[in-house]
């Protein structure tokens, strides 16, 4: 049975750098790609970024390019979101999610998500 699981959300400081650890059961990182994505409230599920099979692929939406890193440790078959220079309007719930594909996809194709972990960004 495939799980993510998420985890370190809650309150965050504006210009703050936070990381998030997303554990992966039941594949293996080294074959499928795993991405992040976030709902704003009152908001649509976007894109934020994706990591390939390989570490030299990843992808980001252009409202976390430059900011947001996502990285894996294979060993440990987890994936991480290094947030970086906050802002209020980063502020949603951040999902986890994997893709039996050979390369990342678009956010429908995803097979597998998490419970997500609700980050605020405030003062």
């Known amino acids: 049975q495939v799980q993510l699981v998420e985890s370190g959300g809650g309150l965050a400081l504006p210009g703050g750098s936070p990381r998030f650890p997303c554990a992966v059961l039941g594949l293996t990182l080294d074959n499928d790609p795993t991405g992040w994505f976030r709902q704003a409230p009152g908001k649509g599920r976007e894109g934020g970024s994706c990591i390939g099979s390989s570490v030299d692929i990843t992808y980001y939406a252009d409202s976390v390019k430059g900011r947001f890193t996502i990285a894996k440790d294979n060993a440990k078959n987890t994936v991480y979101l290094q947030m970086n220079s906050l802002k209020p309007e980063d502020t949603a719930v951040y999902y986890c999610?994997?893709?039996?594909?050979?390369?990342?996809?678009?956010?429908?194709?995803?097979?597998?998500w998490g419970q997500g972990t609700r980050v605020t960004v405030s003062s």
């Open positions: 999610a994997a893709v039996e594909s050979d390369q990342c996809s678009p956010m429908p194709a995803y097979d597998y």
